[in-house]
């Protein structure tokens, strides 16, 4: 069983950034989606939408249109299950409850995954 612990959430104003970070522990298989981990959120009233996403064993990545440009996700460089996501010139419309996840199911970047974080809350203030 894999667990994810987020961190690095908070409050920040219009055109800020901060820096998510996402580690995973606990058995994973060595499947090719295994390795597969994204960032997804979620805000208030509306559906969770995929954000990031990383092929944690080749580095490819995965951006939603709305955050290609501003964020960008990486990998720790000693520790390839821990991911972070760099969130530069943050808007109030990417507030919302981010979770870190693991394992892809299907063929999506930003489709379904099967672990997930309990999430940290990013609010951006105009």
């Known amino acids: 069983q894999v667990q994810l612990a987020e961190s690095g959430g908070g409050s920040v104003q219009a055109g800020g950034s901060l820096t998510l970070s996402c580690a995973a522990f606990?058995?994973?298989?060595?499947?090719?989606?295994?390795?597969?981990m994204g960032w997804f959120r979620q805000a208030p009233g509306k559906e969770r939408e995929g954000v990031a996403s990383?092929?944690?064993?080749?580095?490819?990545?995965?951006y939603a249109d709305s955050v290609k440009g501003r964020f960008t996700i990486s990998q720790d460089i000693s520790k390839k299950t821990v991911v972070y996501l760099h969130m530069n010139d943050l808007k109030p419309e990417d507030t919302g409850m981010y979770y870190c996840?693991?394992?892809?199911?299907?063929?999506?970047?930003?489709?379904?995954?099967?672990?997930w974080g309990q999430g940290t809350q990013v609010t951006v203030s105009s």
């Open positions: 990383i092929y944690i064993d080749g580095g490819g990545t995965d």
């Open positions: 606990g058995y994973s298989t060595n499947s090719f989606n295994s390795k597969f």
């Open positions: 996840a693991k394992e892809r199911l299907g063929t999506r970047w930003l489709g379904e995954y099967k672990f």
